[in-house]
């Protein structure tokens, strides 16, 4: 018994300093995603039926994918402090956790550029004034909400959270139910067949 409780200490401090690279990448996210946002201004029937409904609340302020994120990835990190005896970074899955943080904000960057080349917002709850169809959407449909999960996985790797793996498939489930349900609905209306070919031939996540 008296062995087991010497590596606790270094887990903690592990677990605390992990925290670094999650939130850098998180706030750099953030800043990539509303830094990114190229709304055009051009006014159409589908973008002003978007907007008619739009909310300024706070509450739609914060309804955003990243926020979630943040929140998620603080559960994660929670778990390791509350659950010490069944979290611990392991050297390989912490490192493949770094690549898939690296690589699922890389996606979202990717995707927020080709929304500007578009000249379309990023930004939920508002309409695209058009459907993209190249750069990382045409191997997914939803590709930042994809970064979104990978990162999530990432951190929960990279802290050792093994007890906050469940929350990645809730994560999943509760951005197709909260975001991509509504949006893919409002794409289908105003963009009708052109919408619906292109669900055809690309995956929702991948």
């Known amino acids: 018994m008296g062995k087991r ?7 903690t401090g592990v677990s605390r300093k992990g ?4 939130t850098l990448c998180v706030v750099s996210y953030l800043f990539c995603v509303r830094g990114f946002d190229g709304c055009n201004t051009r006014t159409t029937h589908c973008m002003a ?5 739009l909310d300024n609340s706070a509450w739609k302020i914060i309804d955003i994918p990243p926020v979630w994120l943040v929140a ?8 390791t402090q509350v659950l010490p005896d069944i ?7 912490r490192y493949f956790g770094a690549g898939l943080v690296a690589g699922g904000i890389g996606l979202v960057i990717w995707a927020a550029a ?16 058009r459907i993209i169809t190249s750069g990382p959407f045409v ?17 929960i790797l990279w802290w050792g959270a ?21 949006e893919e609905s409002r794409l289908k209306e105003c963009f009708g067949l052109e919408f619906s070919n292109y669900a055809q031939k690309t995956r929702r996540w991948l």
């Open 49 to 53: 039926k978007g907007t008619e409904t």
């Open 72 to 79: 998620a990835l603080i559960l994660a990190w929670l778990s």
């Open 114 to 129: 080709t929304f500007r080349v578009y000249q379309t917002t990023v930004i939920p709850h508002q309409m695209p004034s």
């Open 5 to 11: 409780g010497g590596p606790e200490a270094p887990l």
């Open 87 to 93: 979290s611990g970074a392991w050297g390989p899955a």
């Open 139 to 155: 191997y997914s449909r939803n590709p930042i909400y994809l970064g979104d999960v990978l990162v999530l996985l990432g951190g």
């Open 162 to 182: 093994w007890a906050a793996m469940i929350l990645v498939p809730i994560s999943a489930l509760f951005l197709t139910r909260r975001f991509i349900a509504p």
């Open 19 to 22: 925290g670094i690279l999650p």
